[in-house]
């Protein structure tokens, strides 16, 4: 079935030491999302890329960078990470489409971040 | 005001009854709205897509859309104990087609 797969879905990293998340997507969409999620809180977009164009939000600290190597693969690296940054991470594609269609997102199953 | 809203709840119904969730949105020119559901610890799962005024109906979902009061609701008819989960509304907006959340609304259905 074509699906949207993170890896991994748990992660732990200490203090200061380099992550990186991975997401994979058997949907040949052209976009994809990457989101940040806290508990109780709605999902909060990082950055996206439309094809291979990066579009990095305005509030996303420069701690989080993102590689789209092709179509199907995109990653989170986030350089160094902080107590604050534990979240799930979620990634979404969507097949953008001419003006007036729909441009619905699907979710992947998530990654759970813990800092220590 | 923040761009999309709903109340946090928790929302409780019984087993059976029909649950009311409400979301308003600041953006006049949002044309495509969405409903995901959510489980404690999982990611959001589209329900619903609407884009047109009125009503649109999916087994016991039923979205409801009034873009010129700007509310967007969700209707859960025969409402299920597995329905219990956290539903956020999400609104394309004009300007580059990002979606924005709502904080979502934990609905609880009770046997």
């Known amino acids: ?11 732990v990293t200490q203090f200061g030491k380099p992550v990186t998340l991975s997401c994979s997507q058997t949907l040949n969409h052209n976009v994809m999302y990457w989101y940040q999620q806290k508990s109780s809180q709605a999902p909060k977009l ?29 990653f989170l690296d986030i350089r160094s990470p902080g107590l604050g940054d534990a979240a799930m991470y979620l990634c979404a594609t969507s097949r953008d489409a001419l003006a007036g269609a729909v441009h619905t997102q699907y979710f992947g199953p998530g990654t759970r971040l813990t800092v220590l | ?44 799962e589209l329900i619903m897509s609407i884009y047109s005024n009125g009503d649109k109906e999916d087994g016991r979902f039923t979205a409801q ?28 907006n004009n300007q580059g087609g990002k979606l924005i959340f709502g904080q979502g609304t934990e609905l609880s259905v009770k046997p």
């Not at chain 1, 079935?1 to 992660?11: F, G, K, L, T």
């Not at chain 1, 950055?47 to 995109?74: G, I, L, W």
């Not at chain 2, 109340?7 to 006049?28: F, H, K, M, Q």
Request: with cysteine; charged share 20%.
């Open chain 2, 65 to 92: 859309l009034n873009k010129a009061s700007q509310y967007v609701s969700l209707l859960i008819r025969d409402s299920q104990p597995s329905d219990s989960a956290t539903y956020l509304c999400a609104v394309r």
């Open chain 1, 1 to 11: 079935d074509a699906m949207v797969i993170q890896n991994p879905r748990y992660q």
């Open chain 1, 46 to 74: 990082l950055f996206h890329y439309y094809d291979k164009d990066f579009n990095n939000e305005a509030d996303t600290p420069d701690n989080f960078q993102s590689r789209r190597p092709n179509t199907s693969f995109c």
């Open chain 2, 1 to 44: 005001q923040k761009e999309v809203e709903q109340n946090s709840g928790p929302l409780s119904v019984p087993e059976g009854a029909i649950a009311s969730l409400n979301c308003t949105y600041s953006d006049r020119g949002s044309q495509s709205f969405f409903w995901y559901r959510q489980y404690s610890g999982k990611s959001p």
